[in-house]
């Protein structure tokens, strides 16, 4: 019998994101970076950068104060 794996997939608003982190410390596949681009506010969001590894855990949104991140689970 096959388990099946989750896929996720993570969308993150550059502008209510204030680079701080929290998500890339938390995330345990290491799909999130910081850009090297600021959004309006002058700040550095965070970007999903490694949607083959994410497993849809949510923990990025869990701990993000900004509520900039909505996690999506494919079956």
């Known amino acids: 019998m096959k388990t099946k794996v989750k896929k996720g997939k993570i969308e993150i608003d550059a502008e ?3 680079g701080c982190k929290y998500c890339i410390l938390t995330c345990p596949k290491g799909c999130i970076e910081i850009s090297p681009n600021f959004n309006s506010s ?5 970007y999903f950068f490694n949607p083959d590894s994410c497993i849809g855990c949510a923990m990025c ?3 993000c104060p900004d509520i900039a991140i909505e996690v999506f ?3």
Do not use: S
């Open 16 to 18: 209510r994101c204030k």
């Open 42 to 46: 002058g700040y550095f969001p965070a």
């Open 61 to 63: 949104a869990v701990v």
């Open 73 to 75: 689970i494919e079956e």
